[in-house]
């Protein structure tokens, strides 16, 4: 679907519940997958993008993502993506603290063609992984990596009429949407507390950028709201 340059219908979603979400700090793994319910989760949100009007979903390459991702393209059979720097903030790392975090290599290409043989893959991701065991990410190249993303959301993607989907993480989703809305952008302000699965919905024309809904849930039965 392509509305030639009326801008840009744009979702962030939250991934599905991951057993990371499930557990506490100290049990909680670098690429964790989703849980049952998340996995129930995904399937719901997959029965909303049949009215969605999707063109194109792009998709952390976190393995949460990537299944949460999976199961929209196999309700509506767009063109699906990743996109690595739309990663949660501190990239694939093992380890609870600062004391003990070590960078991991995160999916490699062939394990991700492997597991989702739909999902276009990036050349940025090799089989090095696609975090490629560096340290963890910090303050800085975090929050530049935010605006990076935000404009080529508004500069590159905002006048091609389409409607997109980016399948992200809740504390990068913070900083985004802050971002998109020309708020301050700080790794240190209260979280929003953004549902998995909600999803959060602009429209981008040019450089205008209006916020149209926020961490929605409605795709969602009572009982599976995390």
């Given amino acids: 679907m392509n509305r030639g340059n009326r801008g840009m219908k744009l979702f962030l979603i939250r991934h599905a519940q991951s057993q990371n979400n ?3 700090i100290s049990q909680r793994v670098q690429d964790a997958p989703i849980t049952e319910l998340g996995l129930q989760q995904a399937r719901q949100l997959g029965q909303w993008a049949r ?9 952390s390459p976190f393995l949460r993502a990537l299944q949460t991702s999976q199961q929209i393209h196999e309700t509506v059979a767009v063109e699906w993506m990743t996109w690595t720097q739309l990663h949660e903030q501190g990239g694939c790392v093992s380890g609870v603290d600062t004391a003990s975090f070590q960078g991991q290599p995160g999916m490699t290409a062939v394990e991700i063609q492997q597991a989702f043989p739909s999902c276009q893959v990036t050349g940025d991701i090799d089989e090095q ?5 560096q ?14 993303v935000k404009d080529h959301l ?10 997109i989907a980016c399948v992200t993480h809740a504390d990068f ?7 998109l809305q020309d708020h301050p952008v700080h790794p240190t302000v209260p979280l929003r507390g953004l549902f998995n699965t909600g999803i959060t919905s602009f429209t981008i024309e040019g450089s205008r950028v209006q916020l149209d809904d926020y961490n929605n849930v409605d795709h969602l039965s009572p009982e599976l709201v995390t």
């Fill in 22 to 24: 499930a557990l506490p």
């Fill in 173 to 179: 989703s913070d900083l985004l949407i802050s971002a």
């Fill in 129 to 133: 992984g696609w975090w490629k065991s």
């Fill in 51 to 59: 009215h969605a009007g999707l063109d194109r979903i792009f998709t």
């Fill in 135 to 148: 340290p963890r990410e910090t303050e800085v190249p975090l929050l530049e990596r935010v605006l990076e």
């Fill in 154 to 163: 508004v500069d590159e993607l905002g006048s091609t009429g389409r409607t």
